[in-house]
């Protein structure tokens, strides 16, 4: 399978700068939202990739905008502001030609040699122990107010993330235990070289206050976006998509970006590490290696561990293809679900199932066993769907939009505590290019491929951003 990018008409209108929505809006209504449905969507993506001088080469250097879309009695309210960045205020210095990003350099060498690359903290957005926190690679947490989004600051666990470590994007919440895990890549190593190199595991319990719990060792600096839980493990697939240090060396001196040290070196192998969530010997599984970014769930299956993720072609996706992301539609990957034997074998099965990306689950099943994947299905060939994968029969039901649109990450949302798998809704943004705006649609998640149960229609457009959460809670502040 290969990857290949068209030409996307619509993507340079989705590209374009995204207008802050400072206080609540709500939003035109087609249809009737279910009374049950009730709560905020947060989310998260990159809203401008032009601004005060900075031009992304690359859609991860665009600006986060979170955005929440809060319904609550039959209506739905949209407010949306940036992350505060550094990045972001120098921009609006009018200073962006300083700004060295991930795979964008400053315009002058001195703003690049020895510069980490920013944060755009455009990635997730979790709500966790009343915190709301935006989400990135390049950086820590951003505390944001949950109720009016304004950036709080960066988010040090009461000074307990340790320094120099970050705290990657994709956290896990237990769904049982209330506890939130994640890792992050710990930057200290490289500099004092008596410490091994590592993903640093954090267990942040209910309450909000984070424990560092192990470390991962790594022989050498990979990039690492996603992991999973399980009852009783942290899961990590660790592909070799790792920086070449001689580029690095390059990079650090402010000669090329930090972004495409990056490759795709099978020659290093791959390994399945499994941390036991209550401490003990880390267990080691040797693979062939792979490519992927985002895993969907994991969980024990008697004595095997099952991971899906969603796999690759090539690293192009990102190294390449991305970069042309004002004009061209990228090809995405395909679900494939990893079995770790007792004894160490893996096995791999590839679902037929094509263009995928954004894989989601109902979040009561995480880290257990599961019936049902969404996905978000577009590229070349296809008109853009929500697909849902039953796991154990391997049907595919789609809903699919209207030729050119453009939906992101579904979020699924349960219907009551005690109810099916599928008794809830999905919850997915779109970017209509007919009207150049953005609409949140409300879908049946057990008959997806019937029309929405309700619409609710921005006044404007946003990209429909990387990746989002729903909480119960109904965020402020009340309409006037
Ligand atoms: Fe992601």
């Not at 992350?83 to 300083?98: M, N």
């Not at 690759?312 to 679900?335: C, E, I, M, N, Y």
Request: with cysteine.
């Amino acid at each position: 399978m290969t990857t290949t990018a068209v030409a996307h008409p619509a993507a340079a209108a989705a590209f374009r700068p995204a207008v802050e929505a400072p206080a609540d809006i709500v939003l035109e209504l087609t249809g009737t939202l279910p009374q049950e449905l009730r709560g905020t969507l947060y989310r998260n993506g990159p809203g401008q990739w032009e601004s005060g001088g900075f031009y992304a080469a690359h859609p991860f250097d665009g600006d986060g905008l979170v955005s929440k879309f809060v319904i609550d009695e039959g209506r739905v309210r949209y407010q949306s502001k940036y992350v505060r960045t550094p990045k972001f205020l120098a921009e609006q210095r009018g200073h962006g030609d300083r700004v060295r990003g991930i795979y964008t350099q400053a315009k002058a060498l001195r703003h690049n040699a020895g510069r980490m690359p920013a944060d755009c903290a455009n990635t997730h957005v979790v709500y966790h122990a009343e915190r709301l926190l935006a989400l990135s690679d390049a950086g820590r947490p951003w505390a944001i107010d949950p109720d009016d989004l304004t950036t709080i600051g960066q988010c040090t666990f009461d000074g307990r993330l340790p320094q120099l470590t970050r705290f990657s994007p994709h956290p896990k919440i237990d769904p049982l235990t209330g506890e939130m895990f994640n890792f992050g890549l710990d930057l200290a190593p490289r500099l004092a070289p008596r410490v091994p190199a590592g993903l640093r595991c954090y267990r942040v319990d209910p309450g909000g206050r984070i424990h560092s719990e192990a470390v991962v060792p790594l022989d050498d600096v990979v990039i690492q976006h996603d992991f999973a839980i399980t009852q009783n493990y942290l899961v990590f697939a660790i592909a070799p998509i790792a920086v070449d240090p001689v580029h690095a060396a390059r990079a650090l001196l402010g000669f090329g970006n930090t972004g495409d040290t990056t490759q795709f070196r099978p020659e290093l192998g791959m390994k399945i590490v499994l941390v036991p969530r209550c401490g003990g010997r880390q267990r080691v599984i040797e693979c062939d290696p792979l490519v992927y970014v985002h895993v969907n769930n994991a969980y024990e299956d008697g004595s095997d561990i099952v991971l899906d993720i969603v796999r690759h072609p090539s690293f192009d996706l990102l190294a390449v293809d991305l970069k042309q992301f004002r004009t061209q539609q990228p090809g995405l990957g395909w679900p494939a679900r990893l079995r770790i034997g007792p004894a160490g074998r893996v096995e791999v099965e590839d679902i037929d199932l094509q263009s995928v990306e954004f894989p989601v689950h109902d979040e009561r099943r995480t880290g257990r066993q599961y019936r049902y994947s969404y996905f978000s299905q577009s590229g070349p060939g296809f008109d853009s769907a929500i697909v849902k994968l039953d796991n154990e029969t391997g049907e595919q039901r789609a809903h699919t939009f209207a030729h050119g649109e453009f939906p992101g990450e579904p979020i699924f949302v349960r219907a009551s505590t005690k109810g099916a798998e599928d008794d809830g809704w999905l919850l997915v943004v779109a970017y209509l290019p007919a009207e150049h705006r953005t609409a949140l649609f409300v879908l049946d998640a057990a008959d997806i491929e019937h029309a929405p149960i309700a619409v609710a229609h921005l006044d404007r457009h946003v990209f429909p951003g990387f990746h989002g959460s729903f909480t119960e809670r109904v965020a402020g502040p009340a309409v006037l």
